[in-house]
């Protein structure tokens, strides 16, 4: 800009401060917009992660790591985990105890998982593709409410279930199982060792979320392990804090030398969220600002102009313009520029959100009635502050503006 222009006070009246005045309010209007929206987006999106059904119940369930074996303690810890266990069934405020070596609502990493071939000989064909494994108890099913759509659980005292095995849908949908109850009792064998990697498939177990909603439900295998790395508590919800207090006092007194420490399952879930929440809460913060800083630039900008047309307004007010009339005049311009932020900003957000949406695999679709709300949250601020500078001056008398004329 030409300095001598900009001091004589030109520039403001002239079509560059014009064109660079519409724009920023522009720039703001579309900032604001966009952020308002991508705030409504996430808070939808987490809503619908902690209350989508996730395949498993998990109110009143606890897990906790077990004391680890060693080549001394052994066989003796494994006696203590059985009583431990028993003490726990027992009491009347736990209703399930079980052992697993992953607790739901962990990381995609806290469970093994293998790259091998797979099929049910006779029966499909060879299948690749990661498998997750998992080890658990009879009891770990009822205990993290999973349920069994086929076959039958685990049993201690069947010597065969060392080598069964119970999947998930997804793995039988994975090699083209159309009908879970005709594969039940079948050999599910891995790789090409005939003899040495055949399990026999016992049950199938409901597809259930085991971590974020970002991954789809993996095909698994479960098989049969006594007393895995962790454990899993059901409690009575009617009176789960005895239940609490017991499995505290009982393995203390079990396990005096190793520190428990227990988390509900609904809340290591909600944790996998946190991440989700604390960036919603930042953008939510910034789409505030946004439109605080956009209503002051427009509360500035509208002062700037009812100053400059005082006079303009004055005129009309003689020749009979009321003041609607004249406030219409004053919001036809910004209503034009919200238009134009609008054009400009919903093509951004929606890609911008629907992209950041499709890393999930279990998604809301766009919202576009928060697109609505959003602009109407904006066009609301821009012309309230628009309408309160234009009112200060079309309510003052005429004369006022027009006696140095």
């Given at each position: 800009f030409r300095t001598v222009v900009v001091l004589k006070g030109k520039f403001r009246s002239s079509a560059k401060g014009t064109i660079l005045r519409k724009g920023l309010v522009i720039v703001q209007f579309t900032v604001s917009l966009t952020l308002l929206v991508a705030t409504f987006v996430i808070n939808q999106q987490v809503k619908y992660m902690q209350s989508v059904d996730k395949g498993i119940d998990m109110d009143y369930v606890v897990g906790?790591?077990?004391?680890m074996f060693t080549n001394e303690n052994r066989e003796g810890l494994k006696e203590k985990l059985k009583q431990f266990k028993q003490s726990l069934s027992n009491h009347h405020a736990i209703e399930n105890v079980g052992f697993a070596d992953a607790l739901p609502g962990g990381e995609g990493s806290d469970i093994s998982s293998t790259t091998g071939e797979v099929q049910i000989p006779g029966?499909?064909?060879?299948?690749e593709g990661t498998t997750y494994m998992q080890w658990c108890d009879e009891g770990y099913f009822a205990a993290a409410g999973i349920r069994l759509l086929a076959g039958r659980n685990f049993d201690s005292k069947i010597s065969t279930d060392t080598s069964a095995i119970i999947v998930n849908e997804s793995f039988l949908k994975r090699l083209g199982v159309q009908d879970i109850n005709s594969v039940i009792n079948e050999n599910i064998q891995y790789g090409d060792d005939e003899e040495g990697h055949k399990y026999r498939l016992i049950g199938v177990m409901k597809d259930y979320n085991r971590t974020s909603l970002k991954s789809k439900v993996e095909p698994t295998a479960t098989f049969y392990h006594t007393y895995?790395?962790?454990?899993?508590?059901?409690?009575?919800k009617s009176n789960y804090r005895e239940g609490i207090t017991h499995l505290e006092k009982t393995f203390?007194?079990?396990f005096p030398n190793t520190p428990l420490s227990y988390s509900f399952l609904d809340e290591r879930f909600s944790a996998l969220f946190q991440e989700d929440r604390q960036f919603g809460q930042v953008i939510a913060?910034?789409?505030?600002l946004a439109v605080i800083v956009a209503s002051l630039g427009l509360f500035g900008l509208s002062a700037f102009m009812a100053i400059n047309r005082a006079k303009e307004v004055g005129i009309r007010k003689v020749l009979g313009a009321s003041i609607p009339q004249i406030l219409i005049i004053f919001y036809r311009e910004f209503v034009l520029l919200i238009g134009l932020s609008s054009l400009i900003g919903i093509p951004l957000v929606y890609y911008g959100m629907d992209g950041w949406l499709n890393n999930y695999a279990y998604r809301v679709d766009f919202p576009w009635v928060f697109v609505v709300i959003a602009l109407l949250v904006v066009a609301a601020s821009a012309l309230l502050t628009v309408?309160?500078?234009?009112?200060?001056?079309?309510?003052?008398?005429?004369?006022?503006?027009l006696r140095y004329e």
């Open positions: 906790f790591r077990r004391p029966k499909t064909n060879i299948m895995a790395s962790n454990s899993v508590i059901r409690l009575n203390e007194g079990y913060t910034f789409s505030a309408g309160y500078q234009t009112i200060r001056v079309a309510v003052k008398n005429p004369s006022q503006a």
